[in-house]
């Protein structure tokens, strides 16, 4: 399959230089509606790679707590599918090389329209899409309309994948397979599970498309560790805490803070 150009390049040139890829997740329209661009800003100027931008959904089952709140706050000031598109579309126009996912899930895109999401993906040039509900072995009718418009369909897998979840994940993958470092929901955790080592090694087997690791990391601690067997990594629940935190017009400079101690 073909690779995506920002996702391929970010990660090739970050192998180079012996760096890992930093990959951001932000609740689309929290704190508030306009704040999401300023966040986004700032976490590029603190030396992310990668923004992931989650669309708010009301049953997020695989949300831990402090993105389910997130999400909810989005919901109640307005922020749907048509508002995190056109969000999108401005940090595009202001940011021209970083790559840009969504992460949402089904029945989002259903209502909305997959084609109709997908073309509109494209057009705003939004290179990669994770669909939390969708499983690899389940992806087929997804991956046909991805394809079509040139979005990398990225698969999710957990340390209690099959291998054929795995193969199958491994065949289609394009831009990176994210790995679930932890089981359950997202949230920020002490300690990370060392069957991710293993659950990296497995993917490995099947492609050399990069690996990113996410769910519950929060310090650069478990970066350093991480960065020892895999090619990127995601925090989410952590950033979105230290937006909670603080003052909501304090946001992107919390985001920013932040991020700067832990991936600096």
Known sequence: MKKNNRINTIFENNKNKNKITNIVYITTGFPEKNSTEKIVDSAIKSGV???????????????????????????????????????????????????????????????????????EVQSIGVDGLIIADLPPTESEEMLKITK???????????????????????KNADGFIYCISSLGVTGVRNTISSRINSLVSKVRKYTDIPVAVGFGISNREQIKDIAEFSDGIIIGSAVIKSIMNGERQNASQNVEKFLSDVIK
């Open 49 to 119: 790679d990668i923004i992931e931008l989650g669309i708010p959904f009301s049953d997020p089952l695989g949300d831990g707590p402090i993105i389910q709140e997130a999400g909810q706050i989005a919901l109640e000031s307005g922020m749907n599918t048509s508002k995190c598109l056109e969000i999108a579309k401005n940090i595009r126009l202001s940011h021209s090389e970083i790559p840009i996912i969504f992460m949402g899930y089904y029945n989002s895109l259903l209502s909305y329209g997959v084609e109709n999401f997908c073309s």
């Open 148 to 170: 079509k418009y040139n979005i990398s369909l990225i698969p999710l897998l957990a340390i209690t994948s099959s291998e054929d979840s795995i193969r199958k994940a491994c």
